[in-house]
């Protein structure tokens, strides 16, 4: 019998990354999971991989329609949640002279905006008991360079964690955050060279006290304790970094 037999789970950002090892690793212990996410082509590429018991809606969380969309497909489907991890995110380099005001307006509202509304939106299918995770970022305590609006936004949702604990406990709802180190996912050769998305990646490593990336799993059990197991906790940021922010 696995760990999350009975559990109905959406994870947004959940078609590749940390979202997707998420999904596996639910799946596996027996959850039923609904993953979104913007690509068609990925989320059908997540799907083959995760089997019968996971489904995808496409949609954009910076999208009130799509959520309200993601809503009635998940009530249809799943009717409860007993896990919600708002996970969908983008983080482009953001150096400081040339930001757009498009640049960070797409930033805020992917990371900040969806979020809420994720939550917003899906909090009237979660019961007692249930338990929603964000996941945050080291770059919303750490000062990195040419991070310094997505590292806002996750600063925005550390905060949310905070203080949507406090308007959903009332409904018995748990509310916490994952905050994520350096996790290899691939994003970095998508939006910079090869060449300097090596450099970075092998700086990142020198500098982590464990000296290496952590892994999808590592990520994914740490998201699911909050969810499912630490039932007299919310409110609060979980660290799964190798100690780069706290060594």
């Known amino acids: 019998m696995g760990a999350y037999n009975g559990k109905n789970v959406v994870i947004t950002g959940g078609s590749s990354g940390i979202?997707?090892?998420m999904?596996?690793?639910?799946?596996?212990?027996?959850?039923?999971?609904?993953?979104?996410?913007?690509?068609?082509?990925?989320?059908?590429?997540?799907?083959?991989?995760?089997?019968?018991?996971?489904?995808?809606?496409?949609?954009?969380?910076?999208s009130l329609a799509d959520l309200d969309a993601l809503a009635d497909r998940v009530k249809e489907e799943v009717g409860s949640v007993h896990g919600l991890f708002v996970n969908a995110g983008i983080s482009p380099l953001t150096p400081f002279e040339s930001?757009?005001?498009?640049?960070y307006d797409e930033v805020f509202a992917t990371n900040a905006k969806g979020a809420f509304f994720t939550v917003?939106?899906?909090?009237?299918?979660?019961?007692?008991?249930?338990?929603?995770?964000?996941?945050?970022?080291?770059?919303?305590?750490?000062?990195?360079?040419?991070?310094?609006?997505?590292?806002?936004?996750?600063?925005?949702?550390?905060?949310?964690?905070?203080?949507?604990?406090?308007?959903l406990l009332p409904r018995g709802i748990r509310v916490n955050a994952i905050s994520v180190g350096p996790v290899d996912t691939g994003i970095l050769e998508r939006v910079m060279t090869?060449?300097?998305?090596?450099?970075?990646?092998?700086?990142?490593?020198?500098?982590?006290?464990?000296r290496r990336f952590g892994t999808?799993?590592?990520?994914?059990?740490?998201?699911?304790f909050l969810a499912f197991d630490a039932t007299y906790t919310t409110g609060t940021e979980l660290t799964v970094d190798g100690g780069s922010s706290q060594l």
Do not use: C, H
């Open 120 to 167: 917003q939106k899906l909090a009237p299918l979660m019961g007692a008991g249930s338990g929603v995770v964000f996941t945050t970022s080291v770059a919303n305590t750490v000062g990195l360079p040419d991070t310094s609006v997505y590292s806002a936004s996750k600063a925005a949702v550390r905060s949310m964690a905070r203080t949507l604990s406090a308007d």
């Open 19 to 21: 979202g997707l090892g």
């Open 194 to 210: 090869r060449e300097a998305a090596a450099e970075f990646k092998a700086e990142r490593v020198a500098e982590n006290p464990m």
């Open 99 to 103: 930001t757009t005001e498009a640049a």
């Open 23 to 62: 999904a596996r690793a639910l799946v596996d212990g027996g959850a039923r999971v609904v993953i979104t996410g913007r690509s068609r082509t990925s989320l059908d590429a997540a799907l083959k991989q995760l089997g019968g018991r996971a489904s995808a809606v496409r949609g954009d969380v910076s």
């Open 216 to 224: 999808y799993e590592e990520i994914a059990g740490a998201a699911a």
